[in-house]
């Protein structure tokens, strides 16, 4: 990589005209010059484009039909110059110094294929709500972990704007599927990035991450729909990692918690649709030995989680919704049991620092 090498931040725009000033702003004021901003408007229905306009040549602009998030990127990666490429959401912004030490992480590692970055929280008016993402107890990986993540595929990663990718490395995994890709194609790379290359990752928040009542973190119910369109996207991924890194083995299914907790969800609670061959209980016993081989999770997650399976097998339909809800939703559950998770967490540091 060179000396200064250029970075691409591509800003994907729909319809949040309120933020992308922001946005845009907050890379044109990096510490760091030597960025190029592009911005994608995917066919926005507010004033988001007569924003885009008042930054004249010191931006990009690409403005499309509307196709979706994947679409956006993609059109925004076949344009861009930059060894570097940073995703950056339109209602989310990045910290005045991060492109910086992103570069520096990337030119003292050079085989990183990413460089990742926690984000903080903020709420629809810019507030700090006290949150971090991924959250402060979650251990960030540092170096080759594609042993790893071929045993248990995943690992914490931050949402789109807290990614910073090598180009070369990325050109592996582009152009993203768009169909199945309209929302959250952060997936797509984030999984199959850790089997091209080094992740390595900065522990203080680089970005601010919006959370308001338009945007997919607001909501705390399960859509059966879309629930199961994305299982069967987590299919196809897991079929990508086999040819990525040329396995015959169909093991990684059933390593993949979240992917485990997912099916389990989906033949619990609507069994005519689930769209796998599964059985209940071979699906509880997987969901129970993957988490209690996992080495990157908690003892109190490992706890919740085989108690989560464990209940899943045996509470009738009704209950297994709400079961559902509070695991994947955290907005859902109800004040008691935020406050238990909070103090079994907390009780658990306590220990472990004694």
């Known amino acids: 990589m060179q000396l200064n090498p250029f970075v691409s931040v591509i800003i994907s ?22 960025i190029e901003v592009i911005v994608v408007d995917d066919g926005s229905k507010d004033h988001s484009r007569d924003i885009i306009a008042t930054f004249g040549d010191r931006i990009i602009p690409i403005l499309k039909e509307n196709g979706g998030q994947a679409s956006a990127w993609n059109r925004g990666f076949a344009i861009a110059k ?23 992480v990337f030119q003292a590692h050079p085989t990183a294929a990413k460089v990742q970055y926690r984000l ?6 810019g507030q700090p709500t006290g949150d971090v993402m991924p959250a402060k107890h979650c251990k960030l990986p540092n170096g080759d972990i594609r042993s790893q993540v071929l045993k248990f595929p995943n690992y914490y990663w931050p949402t789109s704007s807290g990614n910073a990718f ?20 952060d997936i797509y790379l984030n999984h199959l990035i850790a089997l091209l290359g080094s992740i390595y990752s900065l522990e203080q928040p680089g970005g601010l991450l919006r959370k308001h009542g338009n945007n997919a973190s607001a909501y705390n119910q399960i859509d059966m729909i879309e629930f199961r369109r994305n299982l069967i996207n987590t299919a196809k991924l897991h079929e990508k990692r086999r040819e990525i890194a040329k396995l015959n083995s169909k093991t990684l299914e059933n390593r993949d918690i979240r992917f485990l907790v997912g099916r389990m969800v989906s033949l619990k609670l609507e069994p005519e649709k689930h769209p796998f061959s599964d059985h209940l209980f071979l699906l509880c016993c997987n969901g129970v030995i993957t988490c209690l081989t996992d080495p990157e999770g908690y003892a109190y997650q490992k706890i919740f989680l085989t108690s989560w399976f464990t209940m899943m097998f045996f509470v009738p339909r009704s209950m297994a919704l709400s079961l559902s809800n509070n695991l994947i939703f955290s ?24």
């Open 166 to 185: 090598s180009t070369q490395v990325l050109k592996a995994l582009m152009p993203i599927p768009e169909a199945p890709y309209r929302v959250s194609p």
């Open 120 to 125: 903080q929280v903020v709420d629809g008016s």
């Open 13 to 34: 725009s729909y319809n949040y005209a309120h933020f992308l000033s922001e946005a845009i702003e907050s890379v044109l004021m990096q510490t760091y010059a030597h």
């Open 82 to 104: 930059g060894e570097i490429i940073i995703f950056l959401d339109s209602d989310d912004a990045l910290m005045p110094h991060i492109v910086q030490q992103v570069v520096e």
């Open 331 to 354: 907005g859902s559950r109800k004040p008691w049991m935020k406050k238990l998770f909070y103090t079994v967490r907390r009780i658990w540091k306590l220990e472990a620092q004694a």
